[in-house]
């Protein structure tokens, strides 16, 4: 299986929007709603941030949001903050049963 | 809360088998839920390497399935990665985490363990 595409790194200023896609194949992203995505700060272990393509857990900032659209699911961010600045990581289940992650994308808040 | 701690030797011999167990307080694993590995190479991004069902059920990542066992063991309330023949390309943090309650993402991790490949 292949990881998912991410782009290696966004940026963004305080304040503003930024979006982080992850591309796969009919096989995972786009024959499942079950895109996840995780935040991780250097040092620490990934954190749940998206689950099922849009649903939030409880505790993360409503600032966070997902969408799909075909083999491609996105990440938005709103309203940039110093704390987002971390790296994240797309997951899909796929029809293999198994698990696939993207590359991972570092954000920097500017 | 579920907790989830990972343990095991933080250095193996290359062509050796990695042998790490990941402790869960907080939820019985014979209630349920898939319980996995996951491991992030130094510098690098995240590799599911496998998964099992409470009931033993197991599922590889196709790339490493040969060499991998995981394993559980209800009455410790722990579940086990095997990956044999390492080799330095293995060196990585490896996390053990489980599924979330309502879907197919992984809700809750352990803190990670490092692994070197070394003579």
């Known amino acids: 299986q292949s990881a998912l595409t991410q782009p290696a790194s966004v940026s963004g200023s305080p304040g503003q929007s930024i979006t982080i896609s992850c591309t796969g194949t009919s096989s995972d992203v786009g024959g499942y709603n079950y895109v996840s995505w995780y935040q991780q700060h250097p040092g620490k272990a990934p954190k749940l941030m998206i689950y099922d393509v849009s649903k939030r857990p409880s505790g993360v900032s409503n600032r966070f949001s997902g969408s799909k659209s075909g083999n491609t699911a996105s990440l938005t961010i709103s309203g940039l903050q110093a704390e987002d600045e971390a790296d994240y990581y797309c997951?899909?289940?796929?029809?293999?049963?198994?698990?696939?992650f993207g590359g991972g994308t570092k954000l920097t808040v500017l | 809360q579920v907790q989830l701690q990972e343990s095991g030797p933080g250095l193996v011999k290359p062509s050796e088998t990695l042998s790490l167990t990941c402790a869960v307080s907080g939820y019985s694993i014979s209630s349920g839920y898939y319980w996995g590995w996951i491991r992030q190479p130094p510098g690098k991004g995240l590799e599911w390497i496998g998964s099992?069902?409470?009931?033993?059920?197991?599922y590889y990542n196709p790339s490493l399935k040969s060499r991998v066992t995981i394993s559980v063991d209800t009455s410790k309330n722990q579940f086990s990665l095997k990956l044999s023949s390492v080799t330095a390309a293995d060196t990585a943090v490896y996390y053990c985490?489980?599924?979330?309650?309502?879907?197919?993402?992984?809700?809750?991790w352990g803190q990670g363990t490092l692994v070197t490949v070394s003579s």
């Open positions: 985490a489980r599924r979330g309650s309502s879907g197919y993402y992984w809700g809750y």
């Open positions: 099992i069902y409470h009931s033993g059920s197991t």
């Open positions: 997951s899909s289940y796929t029809s293999s049963s198994t698990w696939v």
